[in-house]
């Protein structure tokens, strides 16, 4: 089974407790065996840094095909992923 949410599970842009409240969503897609998210607007709501370390707190893959990295403009996530479930690959 592969478990996918298409964006926006970060919450309304909001101090600090909804940026902890966030962090527990986090935590439960993870446990809950999200294998990819997407990003979406809410998802950029406290900044690049925050979201790269929720993907790794996430353990599980986003993908965006329309951010870009001011530095050289490649895309700061892949595009789409490929995943190996049950012997058949799904994208």
Same mark, same amino acid.
């Given at each position: 089974?592969l ?26 897609? %993870?446990?809950?065996?999200?294998? @990819?998210? $997407? ?8 900044? =690049?840094? #925050? ?5 790794k %707190?996430?353990?599980?893959?986003? @993908?965006? $095909? ?8 490649? =895309?700061? #996530? ?7 479930i049950?012997?058949?690959? @799904?994208?």
């Amino acid at each position: 089974m592969l478990v996918v949410d298409v964006g926006d599970y970060y919450g309304d842009r909001m101090p600090t407790p909804q940026k902890k409240h966030t962090l527990t969503v986090i935590d439960a897609m %993870r446990m809950t065996g999200y294998g @990819v998210a $997407a990003v979406g607007e809410r998802e950029l709501n406290y900044g =690049l840094d #925050f979201l790269l370390d929720s993907e790794k %707190r996430g353990n599980f893959d986003l @993908v965006c $095909a329309n951010l870009k990295s001011k530095k050289d403009s490649s =895309l700061v #996530f892949a595009p789409y992923v490929i995943k190996k479930i049950g012997g058949v690959r @799904v994208g």
